[in-house]
């Protein structure tokens, strides 16, 4: 396989990728890219298609139109791609009565990959101290961390990875997140999709985000988030003053929400100087002012309408 030039600005790129089943598209026209070297999130309600898009990356399933790449090599020949790519969907399944480095041997033969990756990728998942251990000993997240070790053995250039933290606690999202930016840092580009949208915010620098089997945006995660509308907090002194102060700011043209002791104002981030001013000149003292801007989840559910 011709390697992807690292100088490439795109791991994946999708143009109107679709896949109809009978009258249902599960992915109508998606197109996007993955940036080589980055962590992107891949995120969307049940059932908005991201499995079947990520189905057909790895060639599992053919698309009803349009085309995709992979490492620089069209999708119609995964063949080509598919030796420096690694993916854990759907959960890693390994033999419960093998320990973790037996499976883990056996993944290596069948795959043809040197045998002397597998002490040195159970160190990177932070199994080797249990290594010797049967796999149906492991924990949720033990498990997972041997599924991630599993998707690395080819020493892939990408890595795609369904809800690498799914059911973890925690500590056990924690180490999986490491492992994510470890990879990062080292020139691996991983897709990674999730519904932990908190871990992702923290993780993320792109995103590709479906509804209803369309991408409704592709791009930086901070390029979406400061393009939704932030959320200015007023706390007045004495709470009796609440009702005034939302009188006084919707008075100045603002949309103000009373939430428990403080007065919720949608307004830009520049707008908190006004805010402050319309308070003292109605003889109302403010305790604090502060900005909240919107989080990940937050405008996942306005973006897509769904509800929590």
Known sequence: MNKMNKAAISAITASDLTKIYGERAALSHGSFAVPAG???????????????????????????????????????????????????????????ALSGRENL??????????????DEL?????????????????????????????????????????????GLDPSGIQEV?????DLANKGTTVFVS?????????????????????????????????????????????????PKLANQITEAGFKAVIVNDSLHVAAPINASAEINRTAFEAGITLASISVALPTLEETFFEMTGDSK
């Open 122 to 166: 159970l160190a990177k998942v932070d199994l080797a101290d249990r290594g010797g251990s049967k796999f149906k000993t492991y924990s949720l997240g033990m498990k997972q961390r041997l599924g991630i070790a599993a998707a690395l053995l080819p020493n892939p250039e990408l890595l795609i990875l369904d809800e690498p933290t799914n």
């Open 177 to 181: 997140r490491g492992i994510i930016r």
């Open 38 to 96: 980055s962590i992107c999130g891949f995120v969307g309600p049940n059932g908005s298609g991201k499995t079947t898009t990520i189905r057909m990356l790895l060639g599992l399933i053919k698309p009803s139109g349009g085309s995709a790449t992979v490492l620089g090599e069209s999708i119609k020949h995964p063949e080509r791609y598919l030796p420096s790519v690694g993916a854990m969907i759907e959960g890693p399944a390994f033999y419960p």
């Open 194 to 242: 999730s519904h932990i949208l908190s871990e992702l915010e923290m993780i993320c620098e792109y995103l590709v985000m479906l509804r209803e089997g369309k991408v409704i945006f592709s791009g930086r995660t901070q390029e979406l988030l400061a393009a939704q509308q932030p959320m200015i907090v007023a706390k007045p002194e004495y709470e009796v003053d609440l």
């Open 105 to 118: 041997k056996v993944l290596a033969e069948l795959g043809g990959f040197p045998l002397s990756r597998v």
